[in-house]
């Protein structure tokens, strides 16, 4: 019998290992599960790159599973086609989503881990079926100690009549080009002066911590634009070696002062940032700590004494309202307002309001 032959008292496809053909349906749906089958298998013959699939699943019920599933997959997961989408799902080891935001259309990637999709599929099924397509790559576990990532492309066709959905797809190889995208990013990450994360770092956990408080998975986070008082002052006054003396010490010191809710960078130049997981309070009691051993502690360099002080901008997510109009860059421009009150009204202090409410 030659392979793709449909079985006509069946309607099955010879080879088939889904389900919905081996069920009562709507002529709609048999038929196009029959021709994309055709499609995709005529596709495999062709030892393309690319992993095609066609999956399904029904409306009111939180089981996927594959029609067809590309044999390159199977053996990559080491499982047969009925055990993929369970092996697959127990993989992935994150998620990212990739979508342009803002009125600069900036392109911002959205990472949801492992232990978050547990609880968000169902939203994000919602968000798939929403949109008609799905465009995501998933770094997975395919054996202890080596991953790969798959990039996941798709269009999402609705048959009503049998509250089905499908999902007709191709996973593509692109282990490479995220490994590299990583090293690049490790490679820039860290300030060689301080040791403390750059501003791609403070981007990266803008991305996270924005995504949390979208789902709802944190309560609130603060972020905090950090200055030190008249340093100009300081390069002037003892020289560029002292500036950058007192740049690490006080990157040390901050360091110190942190707990594992907090996390500090270098914004650039003589600008620091920090975060706090939480509400505002706490982060405000982080601004303060940090303020206060500035100011107390004895920066020393080639016996001159140096008096240094900071001023703090802090700003919480949730002071900006709706959580979906919320951005990086407009959490950073209230802090960098705050910021300004703070050197304004006299420098070696913490705002944590509008101005007008001071």
Not at 208 to 213: D, K, S
Request: hydrophobic share 40%; aromatic share 10%.
């Amino acid at each position: 019998m030659k392979a793709n032959h449909q079985n006509k008292a069946t309607g099955v496809v010879d080879g088939y290992g889904g389900r919905v053909l081996h069920k009562t349906g709507s002529a709609a749906l048999h038929e196009r599960i029959v021709k994309v089958l055709k499609t995709l298998q005529e596709l495999e013959k062709m030892k393309s790159p690319v992993m095609p699939y066609l999956a399904a699943w029904e409306e009111e019920k939180k089981i996927i599973w594959y029609e067809f599933i590309s044999p390159k997959l199977c053996h990559l997961l080491k499982c047969s086609a009925a055990e993929a989408a369970k092996t697959f799902r127990d993989a992935v080891i994150d998620q990212r989503i990739y979508k342009y935001t803002g009125p600069e259309a900036k392109l911002e990637e959205e990472i949801i881990t492992k232990d978050e999709l547990g609880g968000y599929r169902e939203g994000l099924r919602e968000e798939v079926k929403k949109a008609g397509s799905v465009d995501v790559v998933y770094k997975i576990e395919v054996q202890v100690g080596k991953n790969v990532w798959l990039k996941d492309q798709a269009n999402i066709e609705k048959f009503s009549q049998d509250n089905v959905y499908l999902s007709i797809g191709f996973l593509t190889d692109v282990t490479k080009e995220m490994e590299q995208k990583d090293l690049f990013e490790k490679i820039g990450y860290f300030d060689e002066l301080t040791n403390l994360p750059k501003r791609s770092i403070m981007e990266r956990i803008f991305e996270i911590n924005l995504g949390y408080y979208r789902r709802s998975k944190i309560d609130d986070f603060v972020f905090m634009m950090i200055d030190v008082d008249y340093f100009k002052a300081v390069n002037d006054r003892f020289g560029h070696q002292a500036g950058d003396y007192v740049l690490a010490a006080l990157a040390e010191l901050m360091t110190i002062k942190k707990r594992k809710e907090d996390e500090i960078g270098r914004y650039g130049g003589e600008e620091f940032y920090g975060f706090s997981l939480g509400h505002i309070k706490p982060g405000i009691q982080f601004a303060e700590r940090l303020r206060r051993s500035v100011e107390r502690y004895r920066f020393a360099f080639d016996d001159a004494v140096i008096p240094i002080t900071i001023s703090i901008g802090v700003a919480s997510a949730s002071q900006l309202g709706d959580k979906d109009q919320l951005t990086a860059d407009k959490l950073i421009e209230l802090a960098d307002q705050r910021l300004y009150v703070a050197k304004q009204t006299g420098r070696n202090r913490v705002v944590c309001e509008d101005q007008d409410k001071n």
